[in-house]
């Protein structure tokens, strides 16, 4: 399901499953579970679809990517879908076994559009912890997931250097 600014199905469910653990919808930014200490880290997940998938899932149809090892691949299941499960399943392990303590996990809103999400987060909380951005991305460039710093998004990390002094690195990981 698309996000729908903290009205739609799929706020509300990981909102249910992220609660027990402090999380906190804030408009523009999105579902912030804060660090327990103070935050060293954010990893970051953005939870809106490219604006085509989202279209595709507002008319409740299904578009596929194509079938890869038998299986059929669908489009925003993985973008960015795949780490927000990824993301989640840590927050309950990770905190269940009382570690990562000075860890804030966040999910994005607008990161596809505007990046209002980050931005928002930047304006409220600054950039002083590390900052870990989950994506999956780049798969016709050979990479399937990559934290995301160039061609397309160059632009945009130019805009939140400019606006809030944040720094990229130029190694794909």
Known sequence: QPFDNGKGEKEARMMKLLAPYG??????????????????FVVVSHIDLIPLFNKGFAKNEVYSLGIIDEKEIISGALDNTFTNAVVMHSIF????????????????EEEETTSAGIKTYLRKYGNKPFFINLDVTNDGQGSHMSIEYDEPNWGICKQINRE????FTIDRV
């Open 93 to 108: 392990e990770l905190r269940q076994q009382g570690l990562a303590k000075d860890v804030e996990f966040i999910f994005t």
């Open 23 to 40: 999380a906190i919808y804030e408009e523009d930014l999105g579902i912030r579970v804060p660090a327990i200490d103070e935050a060293k």
């Open 164 to 167: 809030f002094n944040a720094s």
